[in-house]
């Protein structure tokens, strides 16, 4: 059988795990994130906090990806941080995989200096040890991607980034992760119109979903938003948040896209 890229990326990601441990055992990286005193940013409240119908933008730093390779290799994450504030982003996501997506955390650090918004750090969590990094990196929240997690991990990880003071973005792509997102009672559901394992998109996929939402869930629609009627199409099926990446990363002026978008 054929493996896909999602099992890639995943396979790849526990080989760094198992580095990282060896550089720094878990039950140390544990005591260093319990014992770190930051000042967390709002994330969830930033998103379900605003107007009613107002357009919130999680605005994506992505310097490549696996399925259309180098989007944007030279981008400062500093300027454009600040370039996503002024537009009216309401967050930011940065990538921090290194192998595929050409992230770091060094990114991720250098966004955090040029915006006072609040931040997600975007990458593929398949261990504790990961939420312990976040901790340490100071991001106000974390992506949780419900198709390489099993629904008891998942949950597992919601309550461990509770008690770290961690906001979540769970992600799902079909009806199976999204039961599985239910039972963990995840609150804040990325719906990926990608999807992880072909890389093929579809922005209809959010639109099917939103409707098997429960009520206490909020949705965020990822992958494939490239202009305003992208947007208006999604409203009308009560999706207000947008995380968006390449199209904003490729934009000439990122700040006058954002505010195209929210319009």
């Known amino acids: 059988m054929k493996k896909d890229f999602l099992q890639t990326i995943v396979d790849q990601k526990r080989q760094e795990i198992q580095a990282a441990r060896k550089q720094l055992p878990e039950d140390r990286i544990r005591k260093k994130a319990n014992e770190k005193i930051r000042n967390k940013r709002p994330f969830y409240d930033s998103l379900t906090g605003a107007a009613k119908g107002k357009v919130n933008i999680i605005a994506e730093i992505k310097r490549a990806s696996p399925s259309k390779g180098d989007i944007c290799p030279d981008l400062d994450p500093f300027k454009l941080a600040g370039q996503y504030e002024k537009g009216g982003a309401a967050a930011l996501s940065v990538l921090t995989d290194t192998h595929f997506f050409k992230g ?48 008891e991990q998942l949950r597992e990880y919601l309550m461990l980034s509770k008690e770290l003071n961690l906001d979540v973005l769970v992600e799902i ?91």
């Open 104 to 151: 770091s955390f060094e990114d991720f650090k250098l966004a955090r200096q040029g915006t006072s918004l609040p931040m997600l750090r975007k990458d593929f969590l398949i261990s504790s040890y990961q939420l312990y990094e976040s901790v340490l990196l100071e991001a106000d929240a974390v992506l949780l991607i419900a198709r390489i997690l099993s629904r």
């Open 173 to 263: 792509h079909n009806e199976e992760d999204l039961e599985n997102a239910i039972w963990a009672e995840a609150e804040l559901i990325g719906i990926n119109n990608r999807n992880l394992s072909s890389f093929d998109t579809d922005i209809h996929i959010a639109m099917k979903l939103v409707s098997q939402l429960q009520p206490f869930q909020t949705p965020v629609a990822a992958s494939g938003i490239r202009g305003k009627e992208d947007i208006v199409k999604s409203q009308q099926y009560g999706i207000h948040n947008f995380l968006i990446g390449e199209s904003l990363v490729r934009a000439k002026d990122p700040a006058g896209f954002i505010r195209s978008l929210m319009g």
